[in-house]
């Protein structure tokens, strides 16, 4: 069974797609026979779309979709949800910029939560992009929104990293300076119709020509007009990875960031499993100023040995 899903999945049928999908989000163990089954990648291309709340990630990922439709390729779409609790209305807000490709089964969308307690992207989120690799889609796109360290992991997911700001994120520039920039591929400016985004531009322009290991490109689009938008398709489609071109260690970085990642939330969820009362008694503690957090910390990983 898993095996004719797997089948029916790389031929190209929606509905194993679907299935598949809802598969490897379930976990367990037919998550792993079924992405087994989907034998060694067929090499989409994958590219993360991050930036802070609010500046156009979303708009700018269906943009680009449209521009690569035209192209005749088939693309990906995984729109992940880092807070659920807190983004609902932003995930139906995704589903209405991105409706322009409702009825188009050449465009794919999945929203997925991350169901971060622990932090860190969901495993189910690479397993995904490695479920919409089989059926034939690439590029793929996966956003997040770029906070904290999320950042860093949709590195790990990603051939290739956009960055998306936008003016009005001024203050939060310098916050992410080190980390959102030092893993761009291609920075955008996006909303450059709006003031400020010259001034953006200028400052980014300036802190990029500092970063080791050179500058990375910077565009200006205007995601709600489509503009700038073919240029950025065409500086993502010149970053897909090859052999020898720029980003051949990827697959490479992302395999082991897979396994180090998925090996430590089971070994943390375990962990962690029973001994709630624990943790919120030691919060507390450390709360009203009885007990040093870094003992607190320390007497944990003392009973992980
Ligand atoms: N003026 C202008 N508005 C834009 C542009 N791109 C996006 N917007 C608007 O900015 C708002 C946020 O756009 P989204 O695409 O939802 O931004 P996002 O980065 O995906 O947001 P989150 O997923 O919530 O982090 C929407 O109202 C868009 O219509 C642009 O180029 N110019
Ligand atoms: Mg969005």
């Avoid at 989907?38 to 700018?60: I, N, Q, Y």
């Avoid at 409702?102 to 939560?113: K, N, P, T, Y």
């Avoid at 495993?123 to 992009?129: L, S, T």
């Avoid at 400016?189 to 003031?195: C, I, K, L, M, Y």
Wanted: hydrophobic share 50%; charged share 25%; aromatic share 2%.
């Amino acid at each position: 069974m898993t095996a004719a899903l797997a089948e029916a999945l790389r031929a190209g049928d929606r509905r194993a797609l679907a299935q598949a999908l809802t598969r490897v989000e379930a976990g367990g163990a037919e998550a792993l026979a079924l992405l087994e089954a989907l034998g060694p990648p067929r090499g989409a291309h994958r590219v993360g779309v991050t930036g802070p709340p609010g500046a156009g990630k979303s708009t700018l990922v269906s943009a680009l979709a449209a521009v690569w439709r035209g192209a005749g390729r088939r693309v990906g779409v995984l729109a992940v949800d880092p807070s659920s609790p807190f983004t609902g209305g932003a995930l139906l807000g995704d589903r209405i910029r991105m409706q322009a490709h409702l009825g188009d089964a050449g465009v794919f969308i999945r929203s997925m939560a991350s169901r971060g307690a622990l932090g860190g992207l969901a495993p189910a989120i690479y397993d995904a992009a490695d479920v919409l690799d089989a059926a034939g889609f690439d590029p793929l796109l996966i956003e997040t929104v770029g906070v904290g360290q999320g950042e860093v992991e949709v590195c790990a997911v990603a051939d290739t990293t956009v960055v998306v700001l936008a003016p009005g994120a001024g203050d939060a520039v310098q916050g992410l300076k080190a980390g959102l920039l030092e893993v761009a591929d291609l920075v955008v400016v996006n909303q450059a119709d709006r003031a400020g985004a010259e001034a953006l531009a200028q400052a980014l322009d300036g802190t990029l020509d500092l970063r080791p290991g050179g500058a990375p490109p910077l565009l200006r689009t205007v995601a709600t007009e489509g503009r700038g938008v073919a240029e950025l398709a065409a500086g993502i489609d010149a970053r897909r990875p090859g052999p020898n071109g720029a980003g051949a260690e990827r697959p490479l970085r992302r395999a082991r960031e897979r396994i180090r990642a998925a090996v430590d939330r089971a070994r943390a969820g375990r962990f962690w499993a029973g001994r709630a009362e624990a943790l919120e008694a030691a919060a507390r503690a450390v709360a009203d100023g009885r007990l040093c957090a870094a003992r607190a910390a320390a007497a944990f990983c003392e009973e992980d040995r």
